[in-house]
């Protein structure tokens, strides 16, 4: 069972290029999130989806877009990059809300590195 | 966002109990969690409690939960070195979709 599967593992940016980074899914979740990861800091959430064609942002938006074309796909985009965007990123994908403790399914990361 | 707290950092030795804390502000949460990091890898879920519970036992893991002060423990009864990870609390609040996670415990088990 695929899970979770995050593209690519490692990046390297440089200031002001774009990139995206892929999350697919194969357990048919509707809930899909974005996180972001920073020693200390524990896990912000970038934006999170409940469904296809619905986006909402997280705490920490700012400079990042999203998109959910179909249930599978939550791919997010940098589209100038800082080196405030230095993290490790996290998707995670959910069969039900919150409330119904449906737990998060994790990809493996993918570790950013914008110089 | 909510504010979830932890300590950062946890020694133990091999074999003894590691007891970790985490402090939530949303009493409406119905379930808390706690998710095991290990190096290089995704968060996978350890454990929850659900809110109308005192306490949950999993075999070497015991949940506390005082929902009076908001505060959340997990215990590791007999420490392995394989328990070596960052271990996240979470709330999920019932007023939206979203989960919130701690800082993280980086727990460190001495042979």
């Known amino acids: 069972n695929a899970g979770v599967t995050q593209t690519p593992k490692f990046r390297i940016l440089k200031i002001g290029q774009s990139m995206t980074l892929q999350c697919t899914q194969d357990?048919?979740?509707?809930?899909m999130y974005w996180y972001r990861q920073d020693p200390g800091m524990g896990l912000k959430l970038i934006y999170y989806?409940?469904?296809?064609?619905?986006?909402d942002k997280g705490e920490v938006p700012n400079g990042y877009n999203v998109s959910r074309s179909t249930t599978e796909d939550f791919p997010l985009r940098l589209e100038l990059a800082a080196p405030s965007q230095t993290s490790v990123y996290f998707c995670?994908?959910?069969?039900?809300?919150?409330?119904?403790?449906?737990?998060?399914?994790f990809g493996s990361g993918t570790q950013l590195s914008v110089l | 966002g909510e504010d979830v707290e932890q300590s950062l950092f946890l020694s133990v030795r091999e074999g003894d109990s590691s007891v970790i804390n985490c402090t939530y502000t949303?009493?409406?949460?119905?379930?808390l969690y706690w998710y095991k990091q290990e190096p290089g890898a995704g968060l996978q879920l350890l454990t929850y409690?659900?809110?109308?519970?005192d306490m949950k036992q999993d075999q070497r893991l015991t949940v506390l939960l005082n929902k009076k002060d908001k505060h959340l423990s997990l215990r590791i009864a007999d420490t392995q070195t394989g328990d070596s990870a960052i271990y996240f609390c979470?709330?999920?609040?019932?007023?939206?979709?979203?989960?919130?996670f701690g800082t993280g415990t980086s727990l460190t088990v001495i042979p």
């Open positions: 995670a994908s959910s069969g039900k809300s919150s409330a119904t403790n449906e737990k998060l399914f």
């Open positions: 357990m048919n979740h509707n809930y």
């Open positions: 989806s409940v469904g296809a064609g619905i986006t």
């Open positions: 949303d009493s409406s949460s119905t379930y």
């Open positions: 409690i659900f809110s109308n519970m």
């Open positions: 979470a709330e999920s609040p019932n007023t939206g979709n979203q989960f919130y």
